[in-house]
């Protein structure tokens, strides 16, 4: 009798490898992602569109160039701008798409965490991630990784593709050259910021309208309207650098810096700053909140 129920209510051992940990997590926001075809090909539009953009540029600045040259005159040749101007944007070539995919990652990073709250999906989430941050970390690195992936990817690809059309204006662009290479890879980092920063966003918020124009709002629209009031105040100026965009463009500076300008490291340290710091209070909000 003790023997059957002691056999009873024995519970027979969990299976090794089964659970819930960050690995397993991780790997099913992968699949969340790489499944929905939509998102797949907004991420090659992405790539498309940003190593076109670069292959303008290559051009234009070939184009500007052979008319300098070809100016009968110093006072024609000058209408066209200073050839040096045109010659320092030659290493910032392949990252010339950033603008662009800045805009995509960020509407992107927005509408995958903000859908699962509009959709309810994201109370299946936390019941299977109980402890809800293992899930939002790795939802952020994910989206984070395919970023850079993307980044790094259009920036490298656009590299190659203005290779031949430089060669046409007998003009060159080597990985050798300063800050080419580090510009490339930052292309990547700075789309990865961006992410984070935007899902940290749309975690916030809730809302996938709301959180995608909040997001191109202080990306883009921010440094707009900073522009358009600087010369009130002296300090307006020195403040806009550490804007997310701004800090962005820093980051994948190649060449020298302008005077007061901040530095690549520091573009990167600031973008990173807010990114890290919105991700934590994302993190702590969606502890304490009701899902």
Request: with cysteine; proline share 4%.
């Amino acid at each position: 009798m003790s023997t059957a129920t002691t056999s009873k209510n024995h519970r027979a051992p969990a299976p090794a490898g089964t659970g819930v940990n960050f690995m397993r997590v991780l790997k099913s926001e992968w699949i969340k992602v790489n499944t929905v075809p939509s998102t797949v090909i907004l991420l090659a539009i992405t790539v498309v569109v940003m190593v076109g953009l670069a292959a303008l540029a290559a051009w234009q600045v070939v184009v500007v160039l052979d008319m300098i040259k070809g100016a009968s005159t110093p006072e024609e040749a000058m209408t066209f701008g200073d050839p040096q101007i045109y010659q320092d944007l030659i290493p910032e070539i392949p990252a010339s798409g950033l603008f662009f995919g800045q805009l995509l990652i960020a509407s992107l990073a927005v509408v995958l965490i903000a859908s699962e709250w509009g959709t309810g999906m994201i109370r299946s989430t936390f019941s299977a991630v109980p402890k809800r941050i293992p899930a939002l970390l790795a939802k952020n690195l994910v989206i984070a990784v395919i970023s850079f992936v993307i980044g790094a990817g259009a920036a490298f690809i656009s590299y190659l593709v203005a290779q031949p059309i430089l060669n046409s204006g007998d003009l060159s662009l080597s990985l050798d050259d300063q800050g080419v290479l580090a510009s490339i890879l930052n292309t990547g980092t700075c789309l990865a910021l961006i992410a984070v920063f935007s899902m940290a966003i749309g975690t916030l918020l809730r809302n996938t309208a709301g959180g995608v124009v909040t997001a191109i709002g202080i990306i883009f629209v921010l440094p707009l309207v900073v522009s358009i009031v600087e010369g009130i105040a002296d300090w307006i100026p020195d403040a806009a650098r550490f804007l997310p965009s701004n800090a962005g463009t820093q980051l994948v500076t190649a060449g020298t810096v302008a005077d007061g300008a901040l530095t690549q490291l520091e573009g990167g340290l600031v973008l990173a700053a807010w990114a890290l710091v919105l991700l934590i209070i994302s993190l702590v909000v969606t502890k304490r909140r009701d899902v």
